[in-house]
T-cell receptor, first 119, second 112 residues
């Protein structure tokens, strides 16, 4: 069965420090991968998505970047955190061919989330 | 602008009672609509998926409806349990893209 792991679960970082959140998926190949941010009282905001190794699409221009060094690994990074980067970050995956254009279903499977507090 | 609006924002009910959550969307082109359950501090988990041609779908005590003409969906929870306490998020997928439009959720609390 497929599983998704995301870490760390919680993180407290000072303003200006770097960030690295990691997500890995097991039990599937070439998944579509996503990073979302969930702010209090707001819907999930798509930050990045990837359909393959080295292929990253950014939805919102910001202080963050993403990389996909391996097929089932997705990393969210920042060189210098801002206060506004605080939030709940969720990694997700969907079955290849179902989450993309032209597909009908495309269920998103989410990780457990990472709570980031920037002080 | 693609939007998903949910109501009520929060809801408190007694254990064993039924409740209905609402979702209105203005997403085009429409692909499908899902309801997710999100426990506090956890990732969302899919409950149901509704495509354009489906009107009703059940998953245990959860029943989702979709009216594609009025662009409305509802999630009905029957005989609520304490474990139903969570946020319920309506998500609409934009056809032909990787985009999913998320509602802000309804926070449900079930009291004993």
């Amino acid at each position: 069965s497929q599983t998704i792991h995301q870490w760390p679960a919680t993180l407290v970082q000072p303003v200006g420090s770097p960030l690295s959140l990691e997500c890995t998926v097991e039990g599937t190949s070439n998944p579509n991968l996503y990073w979302y941010r969930q702010a209090a009282g707001r819907g999930l905001q798509l930050l990045f998505y990837s359909v393959g190794i080295g292929q990253i699409s950014s939805e919102v221009p910001q202080n963050l970047s993403a990389s996909r060094p391996q097929d089932r690994q997705f990393i969210l990074s920042s060189k210098k955190l801002l206060l506004s980067d605080s939030g709940f970050y969720l990694c997700a995956w969907s079955v290849p061919g179902t989450g993309g254009p032209g597909a009908v279903t495309g269920e998103l499977f989410f990780g457990e989330g990472s709570r980031l507090t920037v002080l | 602008k693609n939007q998903v609006e949910q109501s009520p924002q929060s809801l408190i009910i007694l254990e064993g009672k039924n409740c209905t959550l609402q979702c209105n969307y203005t997403v085009s082109p429409f692909s499908n609509l899902r309801w997710y359950k999100q426990d506090t501090g956890r990732g969302p988990v899919s409950l149901t998926i509704m495509t354009f041609s489906e009107n009703t779908k059940s998953n245990g005590r959860y029943t989702a409806t979709l009216d594609a003409d009025t662009k409305q969906s509802s999630l009905h929870i029957t005989a609520s349990q304490l474990s139903d306490s969570a946020s319920y998020i309506c998500v609409v997928r934009v056809s032909g893209t990787y985009k999913y439009i998320f509602g802000t959720g309804t926070r449900l609390k079930v009291l004993a």
